[in-house]
Antibody, heavy 119, light 106 residues
């Protein structure tokens, strides 16, 4: 069974840092683009970043450029999101999602990890 | 940025009824549109991709149609487990989501 499990969320003050992890199982991570998507009650679902199979290409939504870094370790079947200079508006549930090799859509998603940025 | 507008925001229906959900794009996305279902406390699940293709394991009562700027998700006969929030997403230019349609029990 294909499974994605996020970890690393928590409460952090504005300006702080957090590193999210996503452990993949049931498939070989190196065959897929991977993404981070976040969800808030107010803004809904927002794609945050994605990374190519070998890590050579990375893309970000404008609001996190220069602050967030996506990375992967295919040997460990893991995806990461380093979040620096966190803002209150970064508070959200963060999901990792596989971009399906054939269709390119998000399938499946992990269960999510909650990030709260607050003083 | 391509904006996706979903309507209605809430759809109140009874089990067995037909549900018709709309997603309109601010500019053409060709057929690069997907639909996801999200239940409380769960992650979104892919239902339909490329506007009209059912994802693996998705029941035939779910169907998608449209191209360009206007898309529809139809649930032919609502089952109790179908009451949830549905999101559309485009990947023609960047990746953006609609704000969701909640299908609730009437």
């Amino acid at each position: 069974e294909v499974q994605l499990v996020e970890s690393g969320g928590g409460l952090v003050p504005p300006g702080g840092s957090l590193r999210l992890s996503c452990a993949a199982s049931g498939f070989t991570l190196s065959t897929n683009w991977m993404s981070w998507v976040r969800q808030t009650p107010g803004k809904g679902l927002e794609w945050v970043a994605n990374i190519k199979q070998d890590g050579s290409d990375k893309y970000y939504v404008d609001s996190v450029k220069g602050r967030f870094t996506i990375s992967r370790d295919n040997a460990e079947n893991s995806l990461y999101l380093q979040m620096n200079s966190l803002r209150v508006e970064d508070s959200a549930v963060y999901y990792c999602a596989r971009e399906a090799a054939v269709t390119g859509w998000f399938d499946p998603w992990g269960q999510g990890t909650l990030v709260t940025v607050s003083s | 940025e391509i904006v996706l507008t979903q309507s209605p925001a809430t759809l109140s229906l009874s089990p067995g009824e037909r549900a018709t959900l709309s997603c309109r794009a601010s500019q053409s996305v060709s057929s690069y549109l997907a639909w996801y279902q999200q239940k409380p406390g769960q992650a979104p699940r892919l239902l339909i991709y490329d506007a009209s293709n059912r994802a693996t394991g998705i029941p035939a009562r779910f169907s998608g149609s449209g191209s360009g700027t206007d898309f529809t998700l139809t649930i032919s006969s609502l089952e109790p487990e179908d009451f949830a929030v549905y999101y559309c997403q485009q990947r023609y230019s960047g990746k953006t989501f609609g704000q969701g349609t909640k299908v609730e029990i009437k």
